[in-house]
Nanobody
Framework: QVQLVESGGGLVQAGGSLRLSCAAS????????MGWFRQTPGKAREFVAR????????DYADSVKGRFTISLDNAKNTVYLQMNALKPEDTAVYYC???????????????WGQGTQVTVSS
């Protein structure tokens, strides 16, 4: 049984930083990628970033490139999303998900965390 447990959301002022964590358990993950997605009410889930679990190759949405950094601690099977220079439009529920290497499509990700709220005030 794969489990993804997220932590680290909260309320921050514009320009501030937050770090999200996603701890994975239940199987080996070397053939997967871990992705972060976000969703606001009434909108489709949006790709944010992803990292391959076997080598740390990364990919970012244009909207967060240069501000967000995704990283991996293999020993802990934990993926982090460091979010800097946050903007009000980054406000969303953030989800981590485990899926195939090479995809940004949420429908291809098989396992999902519970979501964590990030709110950026102006």
């Amino acid at each position: 049984q794969v489990q993804l447990v997220e932590s680290g959301g909260g309320l921050v002022q514009a320009g501030g930083s937050l770090r999200l964590s996603c701890a994975a358990s239940g199987r080996t993950f070397s053939t997967y990628a871990m992705g972060w997605f976000r969703q606001t009410p009434g909108k489709a889930r949006e790709f944010v970033a992803r990292i391959t679990m076997n080598g740390g190759s990364t990919d970012y949405a244009d909207s967060v490139k240069g501000r967000f950094t995704i990283s991996l601690d293999n020993a802990k099977n934990t993926v982090y999303l460091q979010m800097n220079a946050l903007k009000p439009e980054d406000t969303a529920v953030y989800y981590c998900a485990l899926g195939p290497i090479g995809s940004r499509q949420d429908r291809r990700y098989d396992y999902w965390g519970q979501g964590t709220q990030v709110t950026v005030s102006s």
